[in-house]
């Protein structure tokens, strides 16, 4: 039995990882590595297994980072199943989509204005490489066991964190192994608490906070003292915002905040046509979250919803007070570099980060209060105030994380830290080797770990 990591080491981005077993090549996530151009252009490399070898693929969730590379997969051959839960399969029919059409429309705006090094630029993938991957789905429910063959299934968990996020349990020859996809929070307004599996003989486990605690603050005051501040000098509020969760999340914040009064009744602007179909999925998966369908409706009603090119034009060109919300959430990309183009020169505007900015990402550089942006070949000045909000992540902190690693009641044989930068990775290896007294490792990328096959304890997923 063996574990090769061929993503999410030592980033938080391209979670991959392929589990050899039972006579059975399963991938678990199948993202895009985005951020640094290192990163970016694994991409673009050969996938170092054949894909025609692999029997499954199994997501934790849609996030694109954790899904964005199927498309690929399938233009280079697989023609198997793809595993998840309807709230992910739902979502990668939105986010799979976006994501193909945004590559081709990058790839025609260098063409015509002559600013990549490529010539033609090419998409990694497109909408037709999608829509061919989206025939793979296969909805799953929570908490079902899903045979593979007659040694092999699998169990996805609720993991919080976004609509249809799960955690992935498999039983293989007799063995549990466990990956905890992204584990979301506790407290999370929207969506349900994470679950952990009672039990794990190994164990795959996220870090992206492994290094931080949030901000206890509340994400309404904030929003509002920065909403305040800003149209006090008639500005803009654009906020790079994540189609799946954070934009569903600050829509119900503003919602909460014109319903009490709070805030004051300016033009607010959603313009991404993913986080609009998104929205529309809260109200088809009630059982998956906290809202009701009222509160469903009202996240809906929050905000005028922008669709179409020129109606994003029409936004970028107006003057304030107002808010414009745009992916996409690390300013890689979409319709939010187009606001930034207008607005971040004006020091009246405010920028509001309310996600978390991965190494080499133009929301990286805003965050640590880059003079300039480079966006479509130039460099924008930015003048705006940039303001970061971090207690609406999505994502545990550490004590989160091993609050989650407390309600497994065996202590697995090996535990890999992944999805996390360096210094947070190894910080909670240090924790769950500390607190937990698990043996721990912080994988690097194409490591192979050979998992025992002799079944320590057994334990029925059924």
């Known amino acids: 039995m063996k574990l090769t990591f061929l993503g999410a080491t030592e980033t938080v981005t391209g979670s991959k990882y392929l589990l050899e077993a039972a006579g059975l090549r399963i991938l678990i996530d199948c993202g895009l590595f985005e951020g640094t151009k290192n990163l970016r252009l694994r991409n673009w490399a050969p996938l170092p297994i054949q894909v025609d070898t692999i029997d499954a693929v199994i997501l934790t969730h849609a996030h694109i980072d954790h899904s964005g590379y199927l498309p690929v997969l399938a233009r280079m051959g ?196 993913m986080a609009i179909a998104v929205t529309d999925l809260y109200r088809r998966h009630l059982r998956e979250h906290r809202l009701t369908m009222s509160e469903a409706d009202s996240i809906s009603k929050a905000a005028t919803m922008v669709r179409t090119v020129d109606q994003s034009k029409e936004v970028s060109s107006r003057r304030g007070p107002m808010v414009v919300i745009a992916g996409s959430g690390m300013v890689t990309g979409g319709r939010v570099l187009h606001h930034l183009k207008a607005f971040a020169p004006d020091s009246r505007n405010t920028i509001a980060l309310v996600g978390y900015q991965a190494a080499g990402t133009r929301g990286a550089a805003l965050e640590a209060h880059a003079p300039t942006i480079k966006i479509h070949g130039e460099y924008i000045p930015v003048r705006a105030r940039v303001e970061a909000i971090s207690s609406l992540s999505a994502h545990a902190d550490y004590n989160e994380i091993l609050r989650w690693l407390s309600s497994i009641t065996t202590a697995p044989a090996r535990t890999f830290v992944t999805h996390g930068e360096p210094a947070a990775a190894d910080a909670l290896r240090r924790r769950i080797e500390e607190q937990l007294h698990w043996p721990c490792e912080v994988p690097t990328y194409l490591e192979a770990a050979e998992l025992a096959q002799s079944p320590s304890h057994e334990h029925a997923l059924s």
């Open 78 to 273: 697989y023609r198997g199943p793809v595993y998840g839960t309807s709230g992910t399969t739902d979502l990668c029919g939105v986010m799979l989509r976006d994501s193909a059409k945004l590559q081709e429309e990058e790839a025609d705006f260098a063409n015509r204005h002559g600013y990549s090094k490529h010539h033609p630029a090419l998409p990694l993938y497109t909408l037709d490489d999608a829509e061919r991957v989206l025939k793979q789905l296969v909805p799953c429910e929570f908490n079902d066991s899903v045979k593979l063959n007659e040694h092999a299934s699998f169990r996805l968990l609720p993991a919080g964190h976004i609509l249809g996020a799960a955690s992935v349990v498999l039983y293989v020859e007799g063995k549990l192994i466990a990956f905890s996809g992204d584990v979301g929070r506790f407290s999370d307004p929207i969506m349900r608490e994470p679950m952990a599996p009672m039990h794990a003989d190994y164990l795959v486990v996220e870090s992206t906070y492994g290094d931080r605690l949030h901000d206890q603050s509340d994400p309404a005051a904030e929003l509002d003292a920065i909403f305040t501040r800003t149209f006090k000098h008639g500005g803009v509020v654009v906020i790079p915002s994540f189609a799946v969760g954070r934009t569903q999340e600050i829509l119900h914040y503003i919602a909460v905040l014109k319903e009490t009064g709070r805030m004051a009744n300016v033009p607010v602007f959603l313009d991404s046509p």
